[in-house]
């Protein structure tokens, strides 16, 4: 049977270092997160934000959504893998994040591309689909809790063959782990069956930065 090599922090950095060089502004983002204490956490990573841009990328993906926004690091990484003419609409309630989001899409003269929504993700959803927004591309980085109502609002604004990222599907190894049995974890893991289960869609989970799960809309 094949084996996965284990990343190591060391394996990691020779990854970011013999791959294409992020953006001065998420840099900046990064550097201003690690200010932050522990929900610096939130962040999605370095080589989540490269494999999201290639998936943009390689897909001519010209409209997105993502639910869950922080500090912008996932939203401007979106942003600048759009085409000039691309939009994203984001979602969150945090208004304190958000206001330091923004100061960091004006610096990447993106703003232009990305509409901001402040509100419950769930009532923002509802009135997305009230007006038949449709979306090439969603990314979810949210409340786990919400995952599975997320996924199904999701279904409803995503176009056929469209993609619905998911983040944290993995949490730091633990769903695989038999005898973690938090709130958090079996919340996960619940997630996980359900997507497992689901017949809408085709399905992977890779395991880059917390684990994402990518699903084609059939």
Known sequence: MLKNIEVTQDLLDYIYNHSSP??????????YNKTLGDIQRMQISEQQALFLQFLIKLNNITSCLEIGTFTGFS????????????????????????????????KAKVENKISIIVENAEKALKSLIDVNSIFDLIFIDADKGNYINYFDF??????????????????????????????QTEIIRKFNIYIKNDKRTEKTILPIGDGLTICRKL
Do not use: C, Y
Not at 22 to 31: D, G, M, S
Not at 77 to 97: C, Q, R, Y
């Open 22 to 31: 992020i953006h001065p502004i998420q840099k900046e983002i990064l550097e």
């Open 154 to 183: 999701a279904l409803n604004l995503v176009k056929r063959n469209g993609l619905i990222v998911f983040d944290n599907v993995l949490w730091h190894g633990d769903v695989a782990k038999k005898n973690v049995t938090d709130n």
């Open 75 to 106: 939203a401007l990484s979106i942003a600048l893998a759009l085409p000039i003419d691309g939009k994203l609409v984001v979602l969150d309630k945090d208004k304190e994040t958000i206001k330091v989001a923004q100061s960091f899409f004006k």
